[in-house]
């Protein structure tokens, strides 16, 4: 039997012992996030150059991603670190997953289920293992397990509330399933009010947040209160100081994307005044046909707005089949126009590469007659001070269309001009019948 002195007198070594080891590990935390600091730090910088030399290919950005990995240990990182590096895409692929995901089976018997921490491993197992991606292909049972346990854990808003699910949001939106959705879509939609508490750095999935409840058929009087919150949310986000320990804004690069995401949202699409009202106002800064200056021009005719880029392949692509419309209508009141913005390049007209154009608006200008030309593009084109992923017309991807009646109000808006022809000719047919002008008849568009 042991004595009461001997049993306190272990306890106390016990305590000693346990406080050394908690404060090791805190300084092994601590070590490690100032690793992951520079070398996230590193490869931002080296992202920063990718983008800005316009020339990079698909390899050398997977390269970068592997040199990046390379630098980690990933047998001592933490939830948190592991969740910072899902936060910042290093994990999609193979090589960043497979390690990624033994380190989380290993630090789950570390991890309290019925906590923040817990709700965070959910998060992280979700985007890890259950969350599609063009090399992950995870079934839908999986799918929809791994998403419930994750959305409806009990201490979700705490763990997101703390930063602690980096990219859940990102991950969630990539599921296509609607079943997926459709089987947690009240516990998605309450997603809006843990987001608006969590630090700053969460903006930046505001987007992605904002795509995912336009899939959920939520009511128009749900929706505009989440945009309200979330616009609301994302302006404070802006405005908030500079990095701290990873939860505000990194750099100025996130700090425009949530600038614009907030446009997007304060926008015209975002509030449910585009189809069905007056085209929003684009501020025409350049024009290939100098009877163009403004959208107010083209009244009365069925207007086809192409949103698009030198640098969009699927831009380039549906060329074929926005002159097969032109002609299609050949002789009636419809217009097609191209719309872009200034991109600081125009690519895929020399064989050397893109031309750089950066601070030079009135070089990009001039290039685009002779971009025309190469590519037989016989409809006008303008430039406008809003970016070509328009915020008032929606504009998340391009290509991208819309389409405004004779009285410029806006009828059809998100459509691609390589859908099928006869798609598009029967909205093009229905606004000419109401402007009292028979549309062509006889042969198959699509024949």
């Known amino acids: 039997m042991t ?7 272990s306890a106390a070594i016990a305590l000693v012992v346990g406080a050394g080891t908690v404060a090791l590990a805190q300084v092994q935390a601590h070590v490690q996030d100032e690793h992951l600091d520079a070398v996230l730090g590193e490869l931002a910088a080296d992202r920063a150059a990718f983008a800005a030399s316009g020339g990079g290919t698909y390899d050398q950005w997977i390269a970068m991603q592997r040199d990046a990995l390379a630098k980690i240990d990933f047998g001592g990182l933490s939830m948190h670190q592991l969740a910072r590096l899902y936060g910042e895409a290093l994990l999609d692929r193979p090589d960043g997953r497979r390690p990624a995901l033994d380190r989380l089976d290993a630090l789950r018997p570390m991890v309290r289920e019925h906590s923040a921490e817990g709700a965070a491993l959910a998060a992280l197992e979700y985007g890890l293992r259950g969350a599609p991606s063009p090399e992950h292909h995870p079934d839908t049972e999986l799918q929809s397990k791994l998403l419930g346990r994750a959305v409806r854990h009990a201490h979700l808003h705490e763990a997101m509330a703390r930063g602690l699910t980096p990219g859940f949001v990102n991950a969630i939106e990539q599921a296509r399933d609607p079943e997926v959705l459709r089987a947690h879509r009240d516990a998605i939609a309450d997603l809006p009010r843990m987001v608006v508490a969590s630090p700053p750095r969460m903006a930046v999935e505001v987007r992605s947040l904002w795509s995912l409840l336009g899939r959920l058929d939520l009511d128009a009087e749900q929706r505009e209160a989440h945009r309200v919150m979330l616009v609301d949310y994302l302006r404070r986000s802006a405005e908030a100081a500079g990095p701290d320990g990873g939860d505000a804004i990194a750099d100025d690069g996130e700090r425009a994307f949530v600038r614009d995401t907030l446009a997007v949202l304060d926008g015209a699409s975002a509030r449910g005044t585009l189809i069905g009202h007056e085209a929003p106002e684009m501020t025409i800064e350049w024009s290939s046909d100098d009877s163009i200056a403004s959208l107010a021009d083209l009244r009365g005719s069925v207007v086809v707005l192409d949103f698009w880029t030198t640098w969009c392949g699927p831009c380039l692509s549906s060329f074929p089949d926005v002159q097969a419309l032109i002609d299609h209508y050949e002789g009636l009141p419809v217009r097609v126009m191209g719309v872009t913005s200034l991109q600081g390049r125009v690519y895929n007209l020399r064989s050397d590469g893109p031309i750089d154009c950066e601070d030079d608006p009135a070089a ?15 409809w006008p084109v303008v430039f406008t001070r809003q970016d070509v992923f328009n915020p008032d017309f929606g504009v998340r991807g391009i290509p991208h269309v819309a389409i405004i009646d004779g009285r410029g109000i806006v009828r059809y808006n998100g459509l691609h001009p390589a859908a099928p022809m006869a798609a598009k000719t029967e909205k093009i047919d229905g606004l000419l019948r109401e402007m009292g002008v028979e549309p062509p008849a006889g042969d198959d568009p699509d024949g």
């Open 364 to 378: 990009e200008h001039d290039l685009m007659p002779e971009f025309m030309a190469e590519r037989n593009m016989t």
């Open 3 to 9: 004595r009461p002195l001997d049993r306190l007198r």
